[in-house]
């Protein structure tokens, strides 16, 4: 399939507001992509272009290319080939330019579990120079509720527990790009919903874009203005949620997710059937 370089002209999500934007520089950049480990091609010549403002979900099976695209985003995985931008900033030659305005958040990456929520919050407003950290910690507590264990050791909360406190951490530096692994693994669906609000909120307050790698086809389909479905390293499909549902004439992004797993085409036929 061809791929999409800007993602420019697909319908927002129900009741989504607008891709902000539009005309102006991308949030993210990437044009022909390619990260070759050994013989494996990890991600193979991908390129699209997201608007600031915008929440965009980054779908795919286990191998898809995800993480990989993520950490070359992040300046973390240097590519074989092809380019990234990020606000503006070639990554990775430029990202200590823009490092100050992004954030990464997954819960299946621990903080120091000896530290409590506080000092590792604290640690992390400091990486990122933050003013007025004492009154931002406290402000992040609040909104997601840490109070009752802003003192207690990493290494002693739940799951849960643990994943709000992570997005505090990045969201503690107010980010305009916010980089999202899972955002609400682990979490009861009541706290789930209250953090997907709390994201739709930061977004619409901050115009601040979210790129969401999540396997949780709901959530998608609630935040996301867009949808980017990779498969062994390539884009598979690209366009609103609406978009890609009606295309594979699906009611659910669930049901598309897995006949993209299974090999099945946007006709329902297998790949390679002619």
């Known amino acids: 399939m061809q791929q999409r370089e800007t993602g420019q002209g697909q319908a927002p999500a129900a009741n989504q507001a607008p891709a902000a934007d539009q005309g102006g520089s991308a949030a993210i950049e990437i044009a022909h992509l390619v990260k070759v480990y050994k013989t494996t091609r990890a991600v193979d010549d991908i390129s699209f272009r997201i608007a600031r403002?915008?929440?965009?979900?980054?779908?795919?099976?286990?191998?898809?290319?995800?993480?990989?695209t993520i950490a070359m985003i992040m300046g973390l995985v240097l590519p074989t080939s092809g380019s990234v931008s990020v606000l503006g900033a070639k990554i990775p030659e430029q990202r200590y330019d823009v490092l100050?305005?992004?954030?990464?958040?997954?819960?299946?990456?621990?903080?120091p579990m000896r530290l409590t929520v506080r000092q590792n919050l604290t640690i992390f407003?400091?990486?990122?120079?933050?003013?007025h950290l004492r009154e931002r910690i406290d402000q992040l507590a609040a909104d997601l509720d840490l109070k009752e264990?802003?003192?207690?050791?990493?290494?002693?909360?739940?799951?849960?527990?643990?994943?709000?406190v992570a997005l505090a951490k990045a969201l503690i530096n107010e980010p305009d790009l916010l980089l999202l692994d899972e955002p609400t693994a682990s979490l009861d669906p009541d706290t789930a919903d209250w953090v997907r609000q709390h994201l739709e909120t930061y977004r619409k307050t901050h115009n601040a874009t979210i790129l969401l790698a999540s396997h949780?086809?709901?959530?998608?389909?609630?935040?996301?203005?867009?949808?980017?479905?990779?498969?062994?390293?390539?884009i598979e499909d690209d366009d609103s949620p609406e978009g890609i549902m009606a295309r594979y004439n699906r009611d659910t992004l669930e049901e598309v997710f897995l006949d993209v797993a299974r090999g099945r085409t946007r006709e329902g036929a297998p790949e390679g059937a002619s």
């Open 100 to 111: 100050g305005r992004m954030n990464f958040e997954s819960p299946y990456v621990d903080m």
């Open 53 to 68: 403002g915008s929440i965009t979900g980054l779908l795919g099976g286990n191998g898809a290319g995800k993480t990989t």
């Open 125 to 131: 407003g400091r990486l990122y120079a933050v003013k």
């Open 149 to 164: 264990f802003l003192d207690r050791s990493n290494g002693k909360l739940s799951a849960g527990q643990k994943t709000r």
């Open 216 to 234: 949780n086809m709901l959530e998608v389909e609630r935040l996301c203005d867009r949808v980017i479905i990779m498969k062994r390293g390539k």
